[in-house]
């Protein structure tokens, strides 16, 4: 197993991980444990850490404006314990999960088995030095239904790859906004307005680490990636991708290659039920 392989099949599966944070099951069922807006998504994703404040949440999400987090955390856990949210969101995505994929599927031999694949790649993550949100979500009890099961095992192997790529970044002297406009340059991440709103950056916010990033030869004078740029963006790929290889050698290339094989209808099953927001997708990926 190399690691561009395993950077592949671990973008394979990414998006039936982060459904959590978009279906309406998840905000509905969060908003009636009293939480508002955006700190569904804050309190929910970092409820594994505890109680933590902005500046926590900030680090370990690493692209998003301390401004917006402030005003929610650790307001949040006021409203709702970390053990409330931890509970009412495995429960959403049960409910999501169901509906999305329906009965059959989360009962079948085939949903067993990509449980058992994704857990022998979790259960291969070596250990969680420097790895604080995957640390966090690997103290959690794993849950016994096999199609939370294998939700739970993609989302240890999301937070740890997400803290491999937080380093790649500091390794590339890319900080938040900065990670963020070089990736929506490259075409596969969010729509530009996309990501300034949905991260909560001011247009001067943008348009001053854009500037930044000109002076650094990184954008050109046109916002698009230099050809430093592009090989600034595929070295933060390629460490991220090392960083993230040890639990993808656990499962072994047969056994990656399966659950990809297994997973893919389903992620392509949640896509045509838009699941996902305009603006998710960038116009690379959408060719």
């Not at 072994?252 to 045509?272: C, K, Q, Y």
Request: with cysteine; aromatic share 8%; glycine share 8%.
């Amino acid at each position: 197993m190399d690691a561009s392989t395993a950077g592949r099949s671990a973008r394979a599966l990414e998006l039936l991980h982060s459904l959590t944070y978009f279906v309406p099951e998840t905000q509905e069922a969060l908003s009636d444990a009293g939480l508002q807006g955006r700190a569904c998504y804050f309190a929910g994703r970092a409820a594994p850490l505890g109680a933590v404040g902005a500046g926590v949440v900030t680090a370990t999400f690493y692209n998003f404006n301390r401004e917006l987090i402030e005003p929610l955390v650790p307001a949040a856990w006021s409203v709702a314990s970390p053990e409330k949210i931890l509970d009412i969101r495995y429960r959403a995505l049960d409910e999501a999960y169901t509906r999305l994929l329906g009965a059959e599927i989360l009962n079948s031999p085939e949903m067993s088995e990509a449980a058992e694949l994704a857990s022998i790649a979790a259960r291969g993550i070596p250990g969680d030095d420097g790895r604080p949100l995957y640390a966090a979500y690997a103290d959690l009890e794993w849950p016994t239904a096999p199609h939370l099961v294998f939700w739970h095992a993609l989302t240890l192997l999301r937070e740890h790859r997400g803290d491999g790529h937080i380093a790649a970044l500091q390794t590339a002297e890319l900080n938040g906004i900065e990670a963020l406009i070089t990736h929506t340059a490259t075409g596969k991440g969010f729509e530009k307005e996309f990501a300034r709103k949905r991260r909560g950056w001011s247009t001067e916010q943008w348009d001053a680490s854009t500037v930044n990033l000109t002076d650094r030869e990184i954008l050109d004078a046109a916002g698009a990636l230099t050809e430093h740029g592009v090989d600034l963006r595929n070295l933060v790929e390629d460490i991220t991708d090392d960083l993230a290889l040890a639990p993808w050698t656990a499962l072994g290339e047969d056994g990656a290659a399966r659950l990809v094989e297994l997973a893919s209808p389903w992620r392509d099953t949640v896509i045509a039920q838009n699941v996902f927001p305009d603006g998710v997708f960038g116009p690379a990926v959408k060719r």
